[in-house]
C-alpha cells in the first residue's frame, strides 16, 4: 500500500447515494456470510486498503477545525518525543514516551525531576526520576501522570546485566483511589493476565504486573510515536493511510474478540501509532474477559472499571455484560472521526443520540461497502451491529466480496485448466529507485527480504507473503520483490493446480481468499 492518495479524508463523489435512491444490492453482489465471515475464521495479521450500508443524509467534509472536545480520564497514553537528554551505551530506538491522560485527556508535560507526589500520598511512598523500583527497574524519566497514577520510562537492570540491546520499558505506577481499592490488586492482576494472552502486532505488549510494598505497578514495551486523537486533530493523513489505521485497529481487536477478551475502552487516546507506522491498542487494562468455557460470570471485580462516554454504546451506559460489539460501537465511531475529523454524533452519548433520534450522517464519497460496515457498528443497538471487530473488519476491508468474485474466477483457471496462475502483468520500475530511498526505508525493505528469505526456507509461504507484501508497501514495483512474490505465487499454483476433489477446490478457495487480502497481489499497477 502507498500513500499516494494525498486526498484528505475523502476520495471522489460519484459513489455517493443520496435518500432517494434506492442501492440494489445485487449490483454489490456481497455475500453476508462472505462479508461477515463466522467467528471461526482467522484473520492475518496484514493490513489491507479496500474500503459499507446507505446512510439518511450526505455529508460535506468539514474542512475547519474539528470540534472535539477532550474528556476526563485514567488510560495510559503515549506521548510523541523520546527523552533527547537521556544518555546511554544502549539504543534508545525502541523507548516509549509514555505520558498519561490529565483532565483534559491531552499528553501531560512533567518535570521528569518531580516526586510523584500523588503516588506518595496515595501509597504511602514517593518516587523519583533515579529510584529504583523493585530492584530491577531504575527509574529514568517520568512520562506523564493521571487520575491512575504515572507512567515512566524505566532501565531494566536485568537487560543490562545480559546486555541486551534494548533494555528500556515502560512502567505505570498505580496510585490514588484505585490503588486503595481492595479489589484492586485482583483486578489489575486479572488485566495483565489477559493483556499478556493478546501477543499481536496491532496490540502493546504487557510484560507483568507486580509490586513493591504498597505500590503495585506494570510493566510493558516502550514505543515511540503519538496517540491517535493528535493525528485525527492533526489532519494531515492520506485516505489510503485512514483506512490502513482502521483496518489494524480492526485486526488488533478482532484478535482479542477471538480469545474472549473485550477492551470496553477503545477510544483515540488509547490508540498509538509508532513511528514506523504500526497502530497499537494500548490500555487493556479495563478489559474484562468474557464468561469462561464452564460459564463462569462477571464478578464484583469488574465494578473499578469504567468507560468513556462519547465512545460507550449504550448497552454500555445500561449496564449490560461487556461485549465484542461495545467494542465495535466505538470502532465506528473512530472511523467516521478519521475520515471527517467530527463525531458522528456531536460527542453526545449514545443513550442520549438514541432517544433524541440522532442519526449518522452518510461520509461523502466513501465507497459503499465501507459506509455499510461503519453505519452498522454505529447502530444504537446491540444486535444490530456487527458482532465481533473479525464481522467490520472483513466488511470494510472487503475481503468476503472479493474473494468470492476474484477469487472463485481465479480458482478456476487453476482447477479447471490446471493453468499457470500468476496475479501479475508485466510492470514497470518503481517510481523511485531503490537507491534513492532514505535509507531507513532501504533498511526495512531489505530486513523484510530477509525474513521473507528465512519463511522460504521453511516453505512457510504465508509467513513470506507477509514479510514480501510489507516490502512492497514500502517499495511498490521492486523488481527484486516482484521476483520473489513470483517464486511464491508459483508454489502456491502448483499447488492448486494438483487438487482434484470437491474438498480439496474448498480449500483451495479459502486459500485464495487469504491470497486476496495482500495488497502486493491485487494491487498491482
Known amino acids: 500500500m502507498t500513500d499516494g492518495d494525498k486526498t484528505q479524508i475523502v476520495g471522489s463523489d460519484d459513489l455517493l447515494h443520496d435518500d432517494n ?16 465471515g463466522d467467528d471461526s475464521i482467522m484473520i492475518d495479521d496484514i493490513t489491507e486498503l479496500s474500503a459499507v450500508q446507505d446512510a439518511p443524509r450526505d455529508v460535506e467534509l468539514d474542512e475547519s477545525e474539528p470540534d472535539i472536545t477532550l474528556l476526563d480520564d485514567d488510560a495510559t497514553v503515549l506521548s510523541l518525543k523520546a527523552d533527547d537528554e537521556l544518555e546511554s551505551e544502549f ?68 537487560k543490562i546485566e545480559a546486555r541486551h540491546s534494548d533494555p528500556y520499558v515502560a512502567i505505570k505506577l498505580i496510585s490514588g483511589e484505585f490503588s486503595q481499592d481492595p479489589l484492586a490488586y485482583i483486578s489489575l492482576q486479572r488485566e495483565t493476565d489477559k493483556s499478556q494472552k493478546l501477543a499481536h502486532p496491532n496490540v502493546i505488549t504487557v510484560y507483568d504486573f507486580d509490586r513493591d510494598g504498597d505500590v503495585f505497578f506494570m510493566t510493558m514495551e516502550a514505543l515511540k510515536g503519538q496517540t491517535l486523537d493528535t493525528i485525527i486533530k492533526a489532519e494531515t493523513r492520506s485516505r489510503a493511510q485512514t483506512v490502513t489505521y482502521i483496518n489494524e485497529l480492526s485486526l488488533g481487536l478482532a484478535y482479542a474478540h477471538q480469545r474472549n477478551i473485550v477492551h470496553s475502552d477503545i477510544k483515540p487516546q488509547n490508540i498509538f501509532v509508532t513511528d514506523d507506522g504500526v497502530l497499537k491498542v ?24 469504567g468507560l468513556t462516554p462519547a465512545y460507550a454504546s449504550c448497552e454500555m451506559f445500561e449496564g449490560a455484560v461487556p461485549d465484542p460489539a461495545d467494542d465495535v460501537y466505538a470502532i465506528g465511531v473512530i472511523a467516521y472521526q478519521l475520515f471527517t475529523g467530527l463525531h458522528p454524533f456531536d460527542r453526545k452519548k449514545a443513550t442520549v443520540a438514541r432517544d433524541t433520534g440522532m442519526q449518522a450522517k452518510r461520509i461523502k464519497g466513501l465507497p459503499y461497502y ?56 508485466p510492470e514497470a520500475g518503481p517510481d523511485i529507485p531503490f537507491a534513492e530511498l532514505a535509507p531507513a526505508v532501504q533498511k526495512k525493505v531489505l530486513d523484510n527480504l530477509a525474513e521473507a528469505d528465512q519463511a522460504l526456507t521453511f516453505s512457510d509461504m504465508n509467513g513470506a507473503l507477509f514479510y514480501l507484501d510489507r516490502a512492497y508497501a514500502l517499495h511498490p514495483r521492486n523488481q527484486q520483490i516482484m521476483a520473489k512474490l513470483n517464486v511464491v505465487v508459483d508454489k502456491i499454483a502448483d499447488a492448486l493446480a494438483a487438487i482434484d476433489t470437491e474438498s480439496g477446490r474448498e480449500v483451495g478457495l479459502q486459500q485464495l481468499d487469504e491470497l486476496l487480502k495482500y495488497d502486493s497481489l491485487t494491487q498491482n499497477p
Open 91 to 158: 539504543s534508545f530506538d525502541d523507548a516509549t514516551v509514555i505520558a498519561m491522560a490529565n483532565n483534559d485527556d491531552t499528553t501531560a508535560v512533567v518535570d521528569p525531576n518531580n516526586t510523584l507526589s500523588a503516588l506518595g500520598s496515595a501509597a504511602g511512598v514517593g518516587f523519583k526520576v533515579g529510584d529504583l523500583l523493585k530492584d530491577r527497574f531504575r527509574l529514568e524519566k517520568m512520562l506523564g501522570e493521571g487520575g491512575m497514577g504515572a507512567v515512566f520510562l524505566a532501565l531494566d537492570q536485568r
Open 21 to 36: 435512491t434506492e442501492l440494489d444490492e445485487s449490483l454489490f453482489d456481497i455475500d453476508d456470510s462472505l462479508a461477515c
Open 370 to 425: 465501507q459506509w455499510k460496515a461503519i453505519s452498522k457498528a454505529l447502530s444504537f443497538e446491540r444486535t444490530m451491529r456487527w458482532q465481533n471487530a473479525d464481522q467490520f473488519y472483513r466488511q470494510f476491508s472487503g475481503a468476503g466480496r472479493r474473494a468470492r468474485h476474484l477469487g472463485m474466477a481465479l480458482l478456476a483457471v487453476v482447477l479447471l485448466f490446471g493453468g499457470y496462475l500468476s496475479f501479475y502483468t
Open 282 to 305: 494500548l490500555d487493556f487494562g479495563i478489559a474484562r474477559a468474557l464468561s469462561s468455557v464452564e460459564g463462569a460470570v462477571q464478578d464484583e471485580v469488574d465494578e473499578v472499571v
